[in-house]
T-cell receptor, first 113, second 114 residues
Framework: ETGVTQSPTHLIKTRGQQVTLRCSSQ?????VSWYQQALGQGPQFIFQ???????GRGNFPPRFSGLQFPNYSSELNVNALELDDSALYLC????????????FGEGSRLTVL | DQQVKQNSPSLSVQEGRISILNCDYT??????FLWYKKYPAEGPTFLIS?????DKNEDGRFTVFLNKSAKHLSLHIVPSQPGDSAVYFC?????????????FGTGTRLTIIP
């Protein structure tokens, strides 16, 4: 059973650029969530995808967008990067149906200069 | 608006003693609570959870207590071991919300002193 994998692990961008982060969910999991963890903070919910549709969104602007593919993998896209977007981006997967735990990947650390 | 609060950024405990991590929440709609542990360079890993219909849940060395009237939960680790040194996040959710959105606290860094 493979866990949640994310790529890239680290990347550096400049203000105004665009970034795409990728996530492969744990085998058998059909729901993917993305979280942003700024330094010294807890993870903050960005959005969740189920059956390729967005299923809930946190307090993030529209320049944060996502996709889920038929194999349940997912992408997070951020346009017009700002300095405050520097953070660890965590992907988590689960089988839909609550209660249940989320299985997190190691994260992608984004630095915006 | 911080709906889940962990007021102690750090905690040091002697090996073998009890570690108590605290968490408060403000949203009365939350009815399911979880604790996650995070090591450096790794994603958070699930530790233990509790539904609001219970006031205690135990799993080995880990016990979570929930006081709904005070909107407070705590995680007890006994006995504490060096491998327990990590950042612990409290999280809360609404089980009937339709998605698995978790609201996290800011974390408590636990250091176990050998």
């Amino acid at each position: 059973e493979t866990g949640v994998t994310q790529s890239p692990t680290h990347l550096i961008k400049t203000r105004g650029q665009q970034v795409t982060l990728r996530c492969s969910s744990q085998s058998g999991h059909n729901t993917v969530s993305w979280y942003q963890q700024a330094l010294g903070q807890g993870p903050q919910f960005i959005f969740q995808y189920y059956r390729e549709e967005e299923n809930g969104r946190g307090n993030f602007p529209p320049r944060f967008s996502g996709l889920q593919f038929p194999n349940y993998s997912s992408e997070l896209n951020v346009n017009a990067l700002e300095l405050d977007d520097s953070a660890l981006y965590l992907c988590a997967s689960t089988l839909t149906g609550w209660p249940g735990e989320l299985f997190f990947g190691e994260g992608s650390r984004l630095t915006v200069l | 608006d911080q709906q889940v609060k962990q007021n102690s950024p750090s905690l040091s405990v002697q090996e073998g003693r009890i570690s108590i991590l605290n968490c408060d929440y403000t949203n009365s709609m939350f009815d399911y609570f979880l604790w996650y542990k995070k090591y450096p360079a790794e994603g958070p890993t699930f530790l233990i959870s509790i539904s609001s219909i219970k006031d205690k849940n135990e799993d080995g060395r880990f016990t979570v207590f929930l006081n709904k009237s005070a909107k407070h939960l705590s995680l007890h680790i006994v006995p504490s071991q060096p491998g327990d040194s990590a950042v612990y996040f409290c999280a809360a959710t609404r089980s009937n919300f339709g998605n698995e959105k978790l609201t996290f606290g800011t974390g408590t860094r636990l250091t176990i002193i050998p």
